[in-house]
Antibody, heavy 120, light 109 residues
């Protein structure tokens, strides 16, 4: 059974870079037919898709965040990562990683989420 | 860019009642790529419906999805206590992007 687990810095200073990793267990990130996604949820708000990457390394980002986001994949470690630069208070959120199924383009397995606070 | 609108914002119902949630797209979208999620407080979202009408693994048959074009519906035939939650629709469309609706909260009347 596939499981995802987010990890990374829970507190980031304004203007710095947020870095998170999503460890994939119970399956291979190199399996075809899936995308590896990041989604966030600001306190009391809805879901905001950040971007995804395929095991090949091709990536797609939310246009509203594209200039600040990089998603990368490490097949040897079976994990993928998120970097968000120049963070501000508005980037405070719970960050989720999730697997996307290409066939029907929905997110079928989610991590539990990790809270990131941007504050000096 | 496609915008998803969900209505109502909040739906107040009693256990055993039928819930009907709406998701409207700003332009016609492929039903193949329309999904619904359930999120409870403090938990990650859970996939309920994909392809507008197919239930995900383990989802009870009281949940059903329908619709096409710009109008999609999630129906919960008889609300169970564990169904009170927030529900989001999601679409995957042009430029290979995911979009979520703002959500509908189903709470206990």
């Amino acid at each position: 059974q596939l499981q995802l687990q987010e990890s990374g810095s829970g507190l980031v200073k304004p203007s710095q870079t947020l870095s998170l990793t999503c460890a994939v267990s119970g399956g291979s990130i190199s399996s075809g037919g899936y995308s590896w996604n990041w989604i966030r949820q600001s306190p009391g708000k809805g879901l905001e898709w950040i971007g995804y990457i395929y095991h090949s390394g091709s990536s797609y980002y939310n246009p509203s965040l594209k200039s600040r986001v990089t998603i990368s994949v490490d097949r040897s470690k079976n994990h993928f990562s998120l970097k968000l630069t120049s963070v501000a208070a508005a980037d405070t959120a719970v960050y989720y990683c999730a697997r996307g199924v290409e066939y029907y383009q929905a997110l079928d397995v989610w991590g539990q989420g990790t809270t990131v606070t941007v504050s000096s | 860019e496609i915008v998803l609108t969900q209505s109502p914002g909040t739906l107040s119902l009693s256990p055993g009642e039928r819930a009907t949630l709406s998701c409207r797209a700003s332009q016609s979208v492929s039903s193949n790529y329309l999904a619904w999620y359930q999120q409870k407080p403090g938990q990650a979202p859970r996939l309920l419906i994909y392809g507008a009408s197919s239930r995900a693994t383990g989802i009870p048959d009281r949940f059903s999805g329908s619709g096409s074009g710009t109008d999609f519906t999630l129906t919960i035939s008889r609300l169970e206590p564990e169904d009170f939650a927030v529900y989001y629709c999601q679409h995957y469309g042009t430029s290979s992007l995911f979009t979520f609706g703002p959500g509908t909260k189903v709470d206990i009347k």
